[in-house]
């Protein structure tokens, strides 16, 4: 147990679903970001948030949305996905965005 | 953009053998960070690295920072067979303009363990 939960633990959707992935950090820290862990290859960041502030979108199409409302809550909405997004996706925080960063369980998730 | 090289990709030993895994870059890091991946979890953390030459022990685990700070080991002691899972290396730097550290993983290295 990191301190951070993800829900839901495992996600199918077609292509024309919107979903959300939601992820909560309950370890008082300021940063949030969201990877994408596929097979062989290295995870993969996507986004950070600083203080609920987006300080990085690491060229993520916009299929993928995230929100964060506040420092403890971080989300991911998903619309129109391809095959090829399946893969896991983890959540991680960090007391500072220069500091160690916890992960998560993942969300795996399948597109069809 | 900065890549990490971790091998060996995979192992497989006898439990009670011990395990090295390594990660080299091209680039400096300010941090080497080792984390430990269970099927169907996220990664956790299992050492961090803060100083070139620093080497830490976790239990039967240890770790160095490279004193070029561009290489990090891990190794494992008497190994379990709860040690299977995959082992991930991960450098953190300053992301250029220097608005968020950026945390660049190896591919990782699975490790078996046969009883």
């Known amino acids: 147990e990191t301190g951070v939960t993800q829900t839901p633990r495992h996600l199918v959707m077609g292509m024309t679903n919107k979903k959300s992935l939601k992820c909560e950090q309950h370890?008082?820290?300021?940063?949030m970001y969201w990877y994408k862990q596929s097979a062989k290859k290295p995870l993969e960041l996507m986004f950070v948030?600083?203080?609920?502030?987006?300080?990085e979108n690491n060229s993520v199409p916009s299929r993928f949305s995230p929100e964060c409302p506040n420092s403890s809550h971080l989300f991911l909405h998903l619309h129109t996905l391809q095959p090829e997004d399946s893969a896991l996706y983890l959540c991680?925080?960090?007391?500072?965005?220069?500091?160690?960063?916890?992960f998560g369980p993942g969300t795996r998730l399948l597109v069809l | 953009g900065q890549q990490l090289n971790q091998s060996p990709q995979s192992m497989f030993i006898q439990e009670g053998e011990d395990v090295s895994m390594n990660c080299t870059s091209s680039?400096?890091?300010?941090?080497w960070l080792w984390y430990k991946q269970d099927p169907g979890e996220g990664p956790v953390l299992l050492i961090a690295?803060?100083?070139?030459?620093e080497l830490t022990s976790n239990g039967r685990l240890t770790a160095q920072f490279g004193i070029t700070r561009k290489d990090s080991f891990l190794n494992i002691s008497a190994s379990i067979p709860s040690d299977v899972g995959i082992y991930f290396c991960a450098g953190q730097s300053p992301n250029s303009g220097g608005s968020n550290y950026k945390l660049t993983f190896g591919k990782g290295t699975l490790l078996t363990v046969n009883p």
């Open positions: 991680a925080s960090s007391r500072g965005w220069e500091e160690t960063q916890y």
């Open positions: 690295l803060y100083k070139a030459g």
């Open positions: 948030y600083n203080f609920k502030e987006q300080t």
């Open positions: 680039s400096i890091f300010n941090t």
């Open positions: 370890l008082g820290h300021n940063a």
